[in-house]
T-cell receptor, first 111, second 115 residues
Framework: QKEVEQDPGPLSVPEGAIVSLNCTYS??????FMWYRQYSRKGPELLMY????GNKEDGRFTAQVDKSSKYISLFIRDSQPSDSATYLC???????????FGKGTKLTVNP | GAVVSQHPSWVICKSGTSVKIECRSL??????MFWYRQFPKQSLMLMAT?????????EQGVEKDKFLINHASLTLSTLTVTSAHPEDSSFYIC???????????FGPGTRLTVL
């Protein structure tokens, strides 16, 4: 079993839809959780950084962490064509500098 | 926000030559930088962790003599692909850790093509 599992998609939604992206993990030592957005042929851009279980909201984006289920989510409200990208979840254990990434989910928002 | 640059953004070289890629943190000091490799439609694979003033720590399976890493200052790390071969063609991405927020910020990546 891989440490981090993420459905690669692709996921295609109409503009304005609510998008739900998810990752599961197996390593209970993971304490820090991130979502990155990567446009084609570009480096990843940090969207959300969370530590504890619960929700964190930033504009149209909401990150959710459920440590008991080892499950994290990213919700995008009122999705826009500019949100079309690959979304990578990443996580790391306390005291570690190494990020472990999911495979990424390719999202397309159609106008 | 924290900005990380990479240079060059793309490079084409002949088999057997060496290529150097620079990674700079532009508005913060980074004691730790990371080098990743990404194949098409794949996730990022960590190659090595680079700490300023000390030797890099390589991940299992990464040849340290082939991928030379130097982190000479708090804002600059370099990756040199020595004696490059076509199988080294890939997208190389660096990141820099901003200590106060414990966050990794990524560069835009360098696409290497070895002919």
């Amino acid at each position: 079993q891989k440490e981090v599992e993420q459905d690669p998609g692709p996921l295609s939604v109409p503009e304005g839809a609510i998008v739900s992206l998810n990752c599961t993990y197996s390593n209970s030592a993971f304490q820090y959780f991130m979502w990155y957005r990567q446009y084609s042929r570009k480096g990843p851009e940090l969207l959300m950084y969370t530590y504890s279980s619960g929700n964190k909201e930033d504009g149209r984006f909401t990150a959710q962490v459920d440590k008991s289920s080892k499950y994290i989510s990213l919700f995008i409200r009122d999705s826009q064509p500019s949100d079309s990208a690959t979304y990578l979840c990443a996580m790391k254990a306390g005291g570690s500098e190494k990020l472990v990434f999911g495979k990424g989910t390719k999202l397309t928002v159609n106008p | 926000g924290a900005v990380v640059s990479q240079h060059p953004s793309w490079v084409i070289c002949k088999s057997g030559t060496s290529v150097k890629i620079e990674c700079r943190s532009l508005d913060f000091q980074a004691t730790t930088m990371f080098w990743y490799r990404q194949f098409p439609k794949q996730s990022l694979m960590l190659m090595a962790t680079s700490n300023e003033g000390s030797k890099a720590t390589y991940e299992q399976g990464v040849e340290k003599d082939k991928f030379l890493i130097n982190h000479a200052s708090l804002t600059l790390s370099t990756l040199t692909v020595t004696s490059a071969h076509p199988e080294d063609s890939s997208f190389y991405i660096c990141s820099a850790r901003e200590a106060s927020t414990d966050t990794q910020y990524f560069g835009p990546g360098t696409r290497l093509t070895v002919l």
